[in-house]
T-cell receptor
Framework: DGGITQSPKYLFRKEGQNVTLSCEQN?????MYWYRQDPGQGLRLIYY???????QKGDIAEGYSVSREKKESFPLTVTSAQKNPTAFYLC?????????????FGPGTRLTVL | DQQVKQNSPSLSVQEGRISILNCDYT??????FLWYKKYPAEGPTFLIS?????DKNEDGRFTVFLNKSAKHLSLHIVPSQPGDSAVYFC????????????????FGQGTILTVHP
């Protein structure tokens, strides 16, 4: 059953702690993406990767870091430098990084920083 | 700078009637547009897309219209069903390879559609 998994669905962390959100895909897609959704706003791109061992900053990369050591995995670390980390985080993948490729989304992780 | 705007935060429609969701964009480089549907606490799912070389694309009950001169697109759902109740996001991108925005989607704020039985 192919798809994108994100775990956990809900995550709570204390202020000042780094936290890593998991994203795995078994669709054999080259490109992967991280978005953030806040209430009343659209999805905003944090980071994207078009190929293993390469990634690019999106519109709101400050306070976040990523790695892409394996094709299937694109973890996102929310660091203590992110000023407003509480949000719904969505991971997506597409076959290539080409703009007309459909992006498939995971179920999301809701991060709450206390 | 909001390059893709959905000015209606919500829309309420009776079952069986037409739902029209609107989206405006400002970046003239955008040449490919998509609509995604999202249920609460789930990831968005792709609905329909349109290239700038077309002005209409249809898929079952869903039709997207593109007016390039007005930088406006709309999604029509006919007939609307209660299961269509969700948040609808408009997204735009441009397909020029090699640029820093290659493959990047820019999303609108979303419109909450409620279809009443």
């Amino acid at each position: 059953d192919g798809g994108i998994t994100q775990s956990p669905k809900y995550l709570f962390r204390k202020e000042g702690q780094n936290v890593t959100l998991s994203c795995e895909q078994n669709l054999n897609h080259d490109a992967m993406y991280w978005y953030r959704q806040d209430p009343g706003q659209g999805l905003r791109l944090i980071y994207y990767s078009q190929i293993v061992n390469d990634f690019q900053k999106g519109d709101i990369a400050e306070g976040y870091s990523v790695s892409r050591e394996k094709k299937e995995s694109f973890p996102l670390t929310v660091t203590s430098a992110q000023k407003n980390p509480t949000a719904f985080y969505l991971c997506a993948s597409s076959m290539t990084g080409y703009s007309t490729d459909t992006q498939y989304f995971g179920p999301g992780t809701r991060l709450t920083v206390l | 700078d909001q390059q893709v705007k959905q000015n209606s935060p919500s829309l309420s429609v009776q079952e069986g009637r037409i739902s029209i969701l609107n989206c405006d964009y400002t970046n003239s480089m955008f040449d490919y547009f998509l609509w995604y549907k999202k249920y609460p606490a789930e990831g968005p799912t792709f609905l329909i897309s349109i290239s700038s070389i077309k002005d209409k694309n249809e898929d079952g009950r869903f039709t997207v219209f593109l007016n390039k001169s007005a930088k406006h697109l709309s999604l029509h759902i006919v007939p609307s069903q209660p299961g269509d109740s969700a948040v609808y996001f408009c997204a735009a991108t441009h397909g020029r390879p090699g640029g820093t925005s290659y493959g990047k989607l820019t999303f609108g704020q979303g419109t909450i559609l409620t279809v009443h039985p």
